[in-house]
């Protein structure tokens, strides 16, 4: 797996049908992040219920899910970090992915810990809130991790798997059991 891209964004408010929501889901493309234990520096988190946290610290998406999402919303300005990912990485498959495997990316250390529920920020984003059910759909949830050593990831960065937890759960099988 390698990073196609490092995303943050800034707090911005939407009027989305009516009501004002601040959000930090408009994620762009930036040289460089550095992965914090709570979550990644510079990064506007602003639903700490849903998002950043320790379990939560960093929002990994694949960039080979893009295509089938383009496809379906054609008419959107398209860039990585439309999902609100952090790390936008080529080659992630949430089939794959093992609660609890550890990776090394750049200087940091991460553990994956569960898939992304979307949410109404989602909608928003894709100017849509038909994306929520079709998210829900497909097991193309992306990932979230936790920060084990913090550092500095930048795009071309590889994903090296350190430790792989086999007998946990994959991150799709979580996603499938809370649909």
Known sequence: MRVAATNIGERKKVDWKGTILDT?????PVSAIVLGQED??????IDRKHHGGTNRALYVYSADHYPFW???FPNLDWDFGMFGENLSVEGLDETQIHVGSRYQV???????????DPCVKLGMRFND?????????????GVYFKVLQTGSVKAGDVLTLLEEKKDNKTIAEVYEARK
């Open 106 to 116: 750049g200087e940091a250390i991460i553990e994956a810990t569960e898939p992304r």
């Open 24 to 28: 930090g889901i408009f994620k762009k």
């Open 70 to 72: 383009k496809v379906r």
């Open 40 to 45: 990644v520096v510079d990064d506007q988190v």
């Open 129 to 141: 809130a038909k994306i929520i059910k079709q998210f829900w759909k497909e097991s193309k949830s």
